[in-house]
């Protein structure tokens, strides 16, 4: 493979070492793979990449700072839970002050450190897929415990207690804050955690909950968007609105289409009719259906005018009427250009009831619909002549 076809499936990433664990499927370093897929080695080492390409670097999140200010709460708290062991102990004067806050150190640190601990314990369980119950209850028991300590132990100094409780307390939830959306991130990498639906916005959920509940719910499994899942979600609530009447048709047809009621029975209670009518919704013909009533909303076209002479010679109707009426008998078209020459003002359904033919045969065959094509026809002809 060479270097354009290297450039052209793999995205470039920070350097890492020739042969180490890659992610089967996407080639990529395991470190970068959203699904940890692995293998044991890279087959193919990554060769010089192409003239222009710039190396994607990891992109600056704002979680970054969260770690700082672990570091400096969990240091104001360590330091206000030896402060109150200095304060509350009593301690024998020959032990230096040093010696003291030495002694306490460890113990002030690992009970406010302790809550974190458990938290994150709790957290890797939890993106195992377990609910992780005791973990969570013993770090939540934990901190309330040192958030305790420091309360009562700086009382009743109102800085001291608002300052080293708050450093405490922030710390601990937003440790819980971060490493829950590391989860739902590590989750969703992994398929295992549904995807964000868009955001509706609460007019809309207010005035159509069911719509929008149901857009929601396409849009996080199907990954569609705003306007695409609200539109999904209207046609399949108009589609479960309109197949129980179908089904219900196609039972009282299944049922007649059998003698024995027992075997109806049977054929009613084996057949899915909801699978049946989604089945006449595919092949519906509403092209067909459409032409078919089409005369019904079709305007009559206006009669020609009184003075004018609908049998003239250039008139390809009139003459064959003039032909017919010779001798012989009349066509079905002859027969409604007469009746239209004998009744100008007449409807369509009376000139269907005078040439004594159906009313889809008189509009086909009615000169008023026609003649302006039939004139220019005529012209052309003359002209050619």
């Known amino acids: 493979m060479n270097a354009s076809q290297n450039g052209a499936r793999r995205r470039y990433l920070p350097a890492v070492a020739v042969g180490g664990p890659v992610c089967v499927e996407h080639r990529v370093p395991l470190a970068y793979c959203p699904h940890g897929s692995t293998s044991q080695t890279d087959p193919e080492p990554a060769g010089p990449e192409p003239a222009g390409a710039v190396a994607a670097r990891p992109r600056w999140s704002p979680a970054r700072l969260a770690y700082a200010f672990y570091a400096v709460a969990a240091s104001g708290a360590v330091a206000g839970q030896v402060w109150v062991a200095l304060s509350r102990i009593d301690w024998s004067p020959a032990v230096p002050v040093a010696a ?5 150190l460890p113990f002030a640190a690992c009970i406010e450190l302790l809550a974190m601990a458990l938290a994150a314990m709790g957290d890797e369980r939890m993106r195992a897929g377990e609910r992780a119950y005791g973990f969570r209850a013993f770090s939540a028991v934990v901190a309330v415990l040192a958030v305790g300590i420091l309360v009562v ?14 450093l405490s307390t922030s710390a601990y939830l937003l440790w819980l804050l971060h490493s829950a959306a590391r989860r739902r991130d590590a989750l969703r990498a992994a398929g295992r955690l549904a995807t964000v639906a868009p955001a509706y916005g609460w007019y809309r959920r207010l005035r159509h909950p069911v719509v929008t509940a149901r857009a929601a719910e396409l849009a996080r499994e199907r ?13 399949e609530l ?9 089904a219900a048709a196609v039972e009282q047809v299944v049922r007649a289409d059998h003698a024995d009621p027992r075997m109806a029975q049977i054929a009613v209670a084996t057949l899915d009719l909801d699978r049946v009518a989604g089945e006449l919704e595919s092949r519906a013909d509403y092209a067909g259906w459409a032409d078919r009533l089409a005369p019904a909303v079709l305007a009559d076209r206006p009669a020609p005018p009184a003075g004018r002479d609908t049998t003239s010679s ?24 007469a009746a239209r020459q004998r009744h100008p003002e007449a409807t369509k359904a009376e000139l269907a009831k005078y040439a004594k033919v159906s009313l889809r045969t008189a509009i086909r065959h009615d000169p008023a619909r026609t003649n302006g094509s039939r004139d220019q026809v005529a012209e052309v002809s003359n002209a050619a002549a």
């Open 100 to 104: 003291r806050a030495l002694a306490v």
């Open 153 to 166: 132990g700086h009382a009743p100094h109102l800085y001291l207690v608002g300052a080293f409780g708050l």
């Open 223 to 235: 990954g569609l968007g705003l306007y695409a899942s609200l539109r999904a979600a209207e046609l």
């Open 238 to 246: 108009r589609a479960e609105a309109r197949r129980p009447a179908i």
């Open 314 to 337: 250039t008139s390809p109707a009139g003459s064959g009427v003039r032909r017919r009426a010779a001798g012989g008998k009349r066509g079905t078209a002859e027969r409604v250009a």
